[in-house]
Each structure stands twice: as C-alpha cells, then as structure tokens.
C-alpha cells in the first residue's frame, strides 16, 4: 500500500514563500515520478510540477520560474518550494505518485489521470 502525506501547508502574504513537502511510504521510493496539484476554489485541479525517477522536472506555465519541485532520496519525500505567491495560488496542494515507466515519454506529466496514488491535500492560503 503506498501512501503519501503532505505537510507545510499555511496562511501567508502576497509575495511570501512557502515549502510543502509529501512522504512517500509503502513501496520503493525510486520507483515513482512524483507530482505537485492544485485545486483553487471552483476550479479543477491543476497539475503545477513533475519530478520524474531520474530527477527530470516540467512545471505548468502559471508556476514556471517561482515554483521548484525537488525529491530527497534518502527522506523518501518531495519538495514543492513555492515564491513570489499571489492570491491566484490559494488551492489546496496535493502529491501523487506513479511508477516512472508508466509515465516517462507519454507527454501527460501533468494529468491527474496519469497517477495512481495521492495524499490527502494541505491548504495554502495567500492574502494581502
């Protein structure tokens, strides 16, 4: 059974930082790509960052450049460290994993629809 847990979640301001984390448990660690989603209030969820196996990244063009996915091999956890945040960020952010090879040249990286396994979300809050 594969599980994952997020933490980090928080109220911060407009232009403030914040680094959220997801433990992966249950099977072998390097076995997964790992991705960040998002769901804002009223809208779908959104993939926003992909970490594949081999430590290959893409991001969605709404985070590119303020967001950073990153995977620790030896505390078995993803990193989304997120800057520069506005209030179009307020979602709550969810990890997911899949095993690599059912995911590695299909171009669906970012589609929830491409990941078995999921946590169970951590709010992320930004006002002014």
């Known amino acids: 059974q594969v599980k994952l847990v997020e933490s980090g979640g928080a109220s911060v301001q407009t232009g403030g930082s914040l680094t959220l984390s997801c433990v992966v448990s249950?099977?072998?660690?390097?076995?997964?790509?790992l991705a960040w989603f998002r769901q804002r209030p009223s809208k779908g969820r959104e993939g926003v960052a992909h970490?594949?196996?081999?430590?290959?990244?893409s991001y969605a063009d709404s985070v590119q450049g303020r967001f950073t996915i990153s995977r620790d091999g030896h505390k078995v956890t993803a990193y989304l460290q997120m800057s520069n945040l506005t209030s179009d960020d307020t979602a709550v952010y969810s990890c997911?994993?899949?095993?690599?090879?059912?995911?590695?040249?299909?171009?669906?990286?970012?589609?929830?629809?491409?990941?078995?396994?999921w946590g169970q979300g951590t709010q992320v809050t930004v006002s002014s």
């Open positions: 997911a994993a899949e095993r690599w090879w059912l995911l590695r040249g299909q171009g669906r990286e970012l589609a929830d629809s491409s990941y078995s396994y």
């Open positions: 249950g099977d072998h660690y390097d076995m997964f790509s």
């Open positions: 970490i594949d196996a081999d430590g290959t990244t």
